[in-house]
């Protein structure tokens, strides 16, 4: 569990954040998002203490992080940042291994977790391993950022904008990937992004800032239904608040017995696919599948149902 | 030129064509009374009997005409081989026969053609040797091969009736006490220069306050004409060695070696600091902040993301100041410093130039030796990502 207590940044007078407190529990993702300027960066920053705070205290797991020298402090925590920040002159390996390296793991021990690291990120051990950065794509390059941040099994895992250097397609793969080895590993993720799809798409919990201020923390569903500030309201964007509400909620909810033609959708389909899918082939409903076998199907009335009752 | 009508020509491998034959008009060799006067200049043709000349004539012609094919490189080195072989071979035979029918104090030495055919030859071997692209090792390869037949050709003896190699004979111990001092100038300064400019540009690179002051003071240095430098080294280290004690039995006075090498020392702090400064700056600005991010000491991120990464800009630096220094070492002749500059200076005195040319030539030499072995030592150390994309 970290714990965030009325942290503040100064600089020159002006806070940069201001007193913002928080909790974020184990084993979930933390989005935090908000226009460039509003200091997120800056709060996720003072985590690992590359910037120091004016005032107030940061927790992780019940010890504050200014009992340890700020570089012990930061090797139990990782830090993946935009644009990789991979070392040029050193192999894939030798950059995932670098923080276990700094450690002192054995060199068999680093070896058996890069390659580990490298099957989680769906890249061949054999093929990977003693490559230099310059010789992968982008998408390879920042899972193999984001492999090296997870290497020495942090408590926890700091990320400023990972995804902001990829590409549209890259980038909704490299946020699927990220969902499930979380799932996986069970981390605790701390994300900063100015892109408010992205911290609902990934976050368990979103915390909204605004002018160094904190403005909400709650869950992608409430955020959306509730906003509380005009400021919230417009970063969920006016229009696309059904559609958006409506992504956060798989087809296994509304499934019901009946007919529907066409093709079948996976139960974890969002509503929102469900109902694109509806719209574009013109049916009034769409079959729903769970392992390949049909189980029932979701008509497009029940979706408008969910849509106004979630208002 | 015939040769133009054909196609495929290499462009410059037909200027090095037509400026060789054009040297071979120029007199070859030089022939003089004894070692002060002017010398007569002999055409290469005229050095010897035909049976003699012709051959290296035929050896250089040929060499060149090998040198003109394009896209087949390692047939123009060859050219270059053959070119070197004859001038050569045109060297020692012209030196016997016409000392032969000289005086007891005659002279011979090579003259405007020979130097400039040795110019145009060398311009040939560089141009194919960048066109086969040769790794560093092969690089490396090439120039102790060259070097050691430089040695074989100097020993033999063959060249010894040469003025040049008169002048060495008769000063043989000397000149090799020079060598010495010469590269002691020269690498001595830039291991201090080194020792200094690393932690000061170290400490620029992260002040940005410290840059500001201390590189305008260096550039101003670097402004100082060398003359000028000795000529105000001399009073300070007179004075530092008449009064601070200890200093005159430490070897500092205000001529000789001292002087000559802290003006070295002052001229190389430049480029060393700058370009560790630029080696420094060239780390991505984000592999840095994940360096500090994951827990490296600041000592860490200097040792292992820093420094290697700058490594090819620092070498850079020390290159120039090497072949700087090999350079400047020579004035060091001209306030008993020792070096190379010796020969030169008195050669100057007694208009012998074959004596100025005993000390330029090692120095010549010496230089092109650093800057290759340098630019291999900058290959080496690049990133391997840069040099396979």
């Known amino acids: 569990m970290i714990e965030i207590d009325k942290i503040t940044k100064l600089y020159d007078g002006r806070a940069a954040v201001d007193a913002v407190s928080m909790t974020v529990e184990t084993g979930t993702i933390t989005a935090i998002v908000g226009t460039s300027g509003s200091g997120k960066s800056t709060l996720l920053r003072m985590i690992n203490r590359l910037v120091e705070p004016s005032s107030g205290s940061v927790s992780i797991n019940g010890e504050p992080t200014t009992g340890l020298a700020k570089h012990i402090l930061r090797r139990r925590i990782g830090y993946a940042i935009q644009g990789h920040g991979l070392f040029p002159h050193h192999t894939v390996a030798c950059n995932i291994g670098a923080v276990p390296r700094l450690l002192g793991w054995s060199k068999e021990k680093i070896r058996n977790r890069v390659d580990e690291l490298l099957d989680l990120f769906s890249m061949p051990p054999d093929e990977f391993r003693n490559r230099f950065p310059a010789e992968l794509s982008g998408g390879q390059q920042q899972r193999v950022g984001v492999a090296r941040a997870l290497a020495s099994r942090p408590d926890l895992l700091l990320m400023d904008e990972p995804f902001g250097a990829l590409d549209p397609i890259i980038r909704t793969r490299a946020q699927a990937d990220l969902k499930r080895i979380q799932r996986t590993l069970g981390s605790t993720i701390l994300l900063v992004t100015h892109d408010m799809e992205e911290a609902i798409h990934l976050g368990d919990r979103v915390a909204v800032m605004d002018a160094g201020r904190l403005v909400q923390y709650a869950t992608p569903a409430e955020i959306i239904a509730r906003p509380a500030t005009d400021f919230v309201a417009e970063m969920v964007g006016g229009v696309d608040r059904p559609l958006r509400l409506l992504s956060l909620f798989p087809l296994s909810e509304l499934v019901e017995d009946g007919p529907a033609s066409g093709e079948a959708l996976p139960e974890k389909t969002s509503l929102r696919d469900a109902l694109s899918a509806c719209l574009w082939s013109g049916r009034e409903a769409v079959p729903v599948s769970r392992d390949g076998q049909v189980i029932g199907r979701v008509t497009l009335d029940a979706i408008r149902a969910r849509a106004e009752s979630l208002q | ?389």
Do not use: K
């Not at chain 2, 030495?109 to 040939?124: E, I, Q, T, Y």
């Not at chain 2, 991505?284 to 360096?291: K, S, T, V």
């Not at chain 2, 994951?294 to 700058?310: F, H, I, K, N, S």
């Open chain 2, 1 to 389: 030129m015939s040769q133009r009508s054909q196609p495929a020509l290499s462009p410059p491998g037909v200027l090095f064509a037509v400026l060789g034959l054009a040297s071979l008009l120029a007199p070859y060799m030089t022939l003089a009374a004894n070692r002060i006067v002017a010398g007569e200049g002999v055409p290469a043709w005229s050095l010897g009997s035909p049976g003699t000349t012709l051959g290296g004539l035929a050896a250089l012609i040929g060499g060149l005409a090998l040198g003109l094919p394009a896209g087949r490189p390692a047939l123009r080195l060859g050219g270059a081989f053959i070119g070197f072989a004859g001038l050569i071979w045109l060297l020692v035979a012209g030196t016997s026969s016409l000392l032969g029918e000289a005086g007891e104090f005659a002279r011979v030495s090579p003259g405007a053609g020979f130097w400039c055919l040795l110019v145009v030859l060398s311009l040939l071997l560089a141009d194919a040797l960048t066109n086969l692209s040769p790794g560093p090792l092969t690089r490396l390869g090439v120039l102790l091969t060259a070097l050691a037949a430089l040695a074989a050709i100097l020993t033999s003896g063959a060249l010894a009736d040469l003025s040049i190699m008169q002048e060495y004979e008769s000063r043989a111990a000397s000149f090799w006490n020079a060598g010495v001092r010469h590269l002691w100038l020269a690498f001595g300064s830039l291991g201090a220069a080194a020792l200094i400019g690393f932690p000061l540009g170290i400490l620029s690179h992260r002040s940005d306050r410290l840059r500001r002051s201390l590189l305008p003071v260096l550039s101003f240095l670097q402004t100082i004409p060398s003359l000028a430098m000795f000529g105000i080294m001399i009073p300070i280290l007179a004075w530092v060695a008449a009064t601070v004690p200890g200093a005159r039995e430490m070897g500092v006075a205000g001529i000789g070696f001292m002087p000559a090498f802290l003006a070295l020392v002052l001229y190389s702090l430049l480029p060393v600091v700058a370009n560790t400064v630029a080696g420094l700056d060239a780390t991505p600005p984000a592999a840095f902040e994940a360096a500090r991010g994951m827990g490296m000491t600041e000592l860490q991120r200097l040792l292992r993301v820093e420094l290697p990464l700058g490594l090819p800009v620092i070498l850079a630096g020390l290159r120039i100041v090497l072949v700087q220094n090999i350079g400047l070492a020579v004035i060091a002749g001209l306030i008993g410093g020792g070096g190379f500059g010796t020969f030169v200076f008195q050669g100057l005195n007694q208009t012998a130039t074959d004596l100025i040319l005993l000390g330029a030539l090692p120095t010549v030499l010496l230089a092109l030796v650093s800057a290759i072995v340098m630019d291999i030592l900058v290959e080496l150390s690049s990133p391997q990502s840069g040099s396979q994309r």
